[in-house]
């Protein structure tokens, strides 16, 4: 009878720590596909902003081109290209924490995502 409760305890010892262990691989997992998946976001992002920023470039050129023909002034042109930017950034220095706070979002989401949470709980 003694040998039994040794058994039980010595083997319920081993899947407890197997089950630790699985844990713990589960949880590495988890955080490396959350991982993953913010890199890949913010790489997507990054190139997005960078394309975006060419066209933006050369738009702004073509731009302060045909202003400048229709002023009859190469500064007026590009003053009035320059001018159209620093209206933006003032406006985007005021509407910076609703920005801050969508990032913030979209990151807590990625990291967080209680749908794939639930399914790997099943």
Do not use: C, H, N
């Not at 050129?61 to 042109?77: D, N, P, Q, R, V």
């Amino acid at each position: 009878m003694e040998e039994t409760k040794e058994d039980f305890f010595t083997e319920s010892r081993k899947e407890l720590e197997q089950y630790v262990q699985d844990r713990m691989l589960l949880l590495k997992l988890q955080a490396t596909e959350k991982t993953a998946r913010l890199i890949a976001m913010l790489f997507s992002g990054l190139l997005v902003s960078l394309l975006s920023l060419f066209l933006l470039l050369f738009l702004s050129i073509m731009a302060g081109y045909y202003f400048a023909t229709l002023t009859g002034s190469m500064y007026a042109g590009f003053g009035l290209v320059a001018a159209f930017y620093l209206l933006l950034l003032i406006l985007v220095i005021v509407t910076r924490k609703w920005y801050a706070k969508k990032i913030i979002d979209a990151v807590i989401s990625v990291v967080f995502d209680k749908d794939e949470d639930d399914e790997s709980a099943r």
